[in-house]
């Protein structure tokens, strides 16, 4: 086996890639991701102790959870960006080392003392990194488990520090977790881990809203248009918003339109981007269309985080990645400088010689029902729920994917009755946005609040229905939850909701390879979580409250 990896929901045979990834990740790249996940390991074992000590260890922090972020699915498949933070992370562990390695009770962990001469090829087989060498099957598993939360955590702390808010105890956990993953625990300890990833998943998701809507303002209902303008555009892709901000300010008044694609399609909904007039639009659907929507563009594309996939030639010059995310033979923009910002000049002067984009549909999608938005229409929702208006809420938030069988989702949202309101977030919402489903008395029957940490809204909006009702337990709200998952951002929401109480959550298109099936039957027995199964018998079920 020359690679094993089994994070996303797309794993070959639903158990682990093994040759080369679904993805597209070659080995090296995979292998070279597990050696910087065991130097992570051997820097929070040493951080730990300085923790322990209340030293400093911001610096560590950042570069722990930009790292975490750099080997999510499909955010870099760029050996020499990883190889760049491997050798960073040994510097880093190198100095803890000196500071710590005495303080450190006992024998020290592999990864912690593992320290490769310079020049040394980090895949030589002076370390074996790969999650098969540890462990048993369920040790494993719940490993695999807190290791992936943590990665999706990580990705949202990154985007929120990028906007100046950081919180000391959403980093100490990432320390924490990846030093718990050199000990051996017993299974109640690590189960406890997992529930406190799933608390901190919440803590985080929290963070970044608070970030988002610091900066941009409270999202509000906003229609969003789907064809083109006649100018050259520039297409942006991915998550950080702070990345259009400063691309949209760079491009006023150059007669080039900037139009959002994928996971950046929330950006609308914030009243900031509003002032933007060159903000043309959002161009195609989700992450997985990029081959032929990228190609049809014309212009320059940004992707500023995950999701990326194997380029076409069709459109490999005019693909830049930045942050976190990267790709071989792509031009990354660099980091900001602190009290500066990105530099978007090459792309804004390839865009002005490229053709307009070529227009592939056109209409309109309609979105912004973030917590707040949603909570300033509470008394006609809950009017509307004591009326028998709307009957359920189906929660449909998470990834969307290639699999075929991601048609279910469509097919769900098709069929569910007419007196059912879809509650949305994250790039799943692609299976079903741009459907004509109608309102309930002016509720429109999706409810989109945004990116897939915005999930965090929809949670808060479950809680503050449950309060307004009156109810103890908010599962006994008329809401289901069918649940798309793709990559590791999905697992940390799935544990945000199983850590908020929520049950009977409905998973698909395939539950997560790395659950053992110990691991499962946990999950199925304190959670009732259950895999998605036909639409008409899902459907028949969740209108039963089952
Ligand atoms: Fe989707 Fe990709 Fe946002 Fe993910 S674009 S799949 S869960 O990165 O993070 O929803
Ligand atoms: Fe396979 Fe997913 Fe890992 Fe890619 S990220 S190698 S598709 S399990």
């Known amino acids: 086996m020359s690679m094993f990896c089994f994070q996303c929901q797309e794993t070959a045979k639903n158990t682990g890639c093994t040759v080369r990834g679904v993805c597209g990740k070659p080995e090296g790249t995979a292998g070279l991701q597990d050696v910087l996940i065991y130097v992570l390991k ?43 933070l491997i050798g960073k992370g040994l510097d880093l562990k190198r100095r803890l080392a000196v500071k710590y390695a005495s303080s450190f009770g006992g024998a020290l962990p592999d990864c912690a003392s593992w320290d490769p001469k310079p020049g040394v090829d980090p895949l030589s087989k002076s370390v074996d990194a790969s999650i098969l ?35 000391p105890a959403i980093y100490e956990f990432l320390v924490e977790a990846l030093a718990s993953m050199t000990k051996e625990l017993p299974v109640d300890e690590m189960v406890a881990l997992v529930m406190k990833a799933g608390k901190t998943a919440v803590d985080t998701m929290a963070l970044l809203d608070k970030a988002n809507t610091s900066a ?10 789907t064809g083109v303008r006649g100018n050259p555009g520039i297409l942006v892709s991915g998550h950080d918003l702070k990345d259009l901000e400063e691309l949209l300010d760079q491009t006023e008044g150059k007669g080039i339109d900037v139009y959002t694609h994928g996971e950046m399609l929330p950006a609308h909904y914030y009243p ?42 069709a459109y490999r010059d005019r693909i830049f990645t930045t942050g976190m995310a990267g790709y071989p033979g792509v031009k990354h923009i660099p980091d900001r400088k602190k009290g ?14 490229c053709s307009p984009p070529v227009e592939i549909e056109k209409g309109k999608i309609t979105g912004g029902f973030a917590h707040d938005q949603v909570l300033a229409l509470a008394d006609k929702v809950v009017d509307a729920v004591k009326s028998g208006a709307i009957k359920r809420f189906v929660v449909m938030a998470g990834c969307d994917g290639r699999q075929k069988g991601r048609s279910y989702f469509t097919e769900v949202a098709e ?57 103890d337990d908010v599962n006994k709200l008329p809401i289901s939850f069918d649940i798309a998952w793709y990559e590791q ?28 099936p110990a691991v499962a039957r946990v999950l199925v027995e304190n959670f009732d979580i259950k895999p998605i199964g036909d639409v008409a018998g899902d459907i028949a079920a969740m209108m039963e409250g089952r």
Not at 279 to 306: H, R
Not at 346 to 351: D, F, K, T, Y
Not at 459 to 469: C, D, H, Q, S, T
Not at 490 to 507: E, H, P, Q, T
């Open 489 to 516: 951002k999905a697992v940390a929401v799935l544990l945000a909701l199983l850590y908020l109480g929520f049950k009977g959550i409905r998973l698909g298109p395939t539950l997560p390879a790395f659950l053992s």
């Open 133 to 167: 060498s540890t462990g048993g099957e369920d040790q494993r598993s719940l490993r695999s488990l807190l290791l992936f939360g943590i990665k999706g955590i990580a990705a949202y702390a990154h985007h929120a520090s990028v906007l100046g808010h950081e919180e």
């Open 216 to 225: 941009y303002g409270k999202p509000r209902i906003t229609t969003v248009d």
């Open 340 to 353: 500066s910002h990105k530099d978007f000049s090459a792309i804004i002067e390839l865009a002005k010689k």
């Open 42 to 84: 051997g820097i929070s074992v040493y951080g730990e102790q300085a923790l322990k000590k209340g030293d400093p260890l911001i610096e560590e922090e950042r570069f722990i959870a930009e790292s975490l972020f750099a080997t999510i699915t499909n955010a870099n498949f760029d050996d020499d960006a990883i190889k760049g």
């Open 272 to 313: 900031f981007f509003g002032k933007y007039k060159h903000l043309a639009g959002n161009y195609g659907g989700s992450w997985w269309k990029q081959g032929e929507e990228f190609a049809s563009f014309n212009g320059p594309i940004l992707m500023t985080t995950n999701c990326i996939i194997p380029l076409k030639d």
């Open 415 to 471: 069929e569910l009755p007419k007196d059912t309101v879809i509650l949305t977030a994250g790039c799943a919402k692609y299976r079903y946005n741009k459907l004509e489903l109608g309102d309930i008395g002016g509720i429109p029957r999706v409810l989109d609040a945004g990116q897939c940490n915005d999930s965090y809204s929809l949670a808060v909006i479950a809680l503050k229905l449950k309060e307004a009702f009156g109810l």
